[in-house]
């Protein structure tokens, strides 16, 4: 099998590369008002819910990773709820 090499094709700037992930739902959330048991619902409006999902989870694990806050998510019907556990 061959492939070809180009150097034809820039490289996508970070805003490009996540159009399809960063949308409207995901922006501004409220992970840092939060206090352990609220919650807050992300609407799956008109973005593939498999989308919200990878982005609202490595949203929560960053909290997670630095020791932070532990959040826990479910799917509904209508969107992806967000719990703060720790």
């Known amino acids: 099998m061959n492939t ?6 820039p490289i996508p700037n970070d805003r490009q590369k996540s159009r399809g992930i960063d949308s409207p739902q995901t922006r501004d959330l409220p992970w840092r008002e939060m206090k352990i048991g609220d919650s807050f619902l992300v609407p799956w409006l008109n973005t593939p819910a498999y ?24 799917s509904t019907s209508v969107g992806l709820r967000v719990w703060r556990t720790e």
């Open 4 to 9: 070809t090499i180009t150097n034809q094709i």
């Open 51 to 74: 989308l919200i999902r990878h982005r609202v989870a490595a949203l929560a694990s960053q909290f997670d990773q630095r020791g932070e806050a532990h959040f826990m998510l479910r």
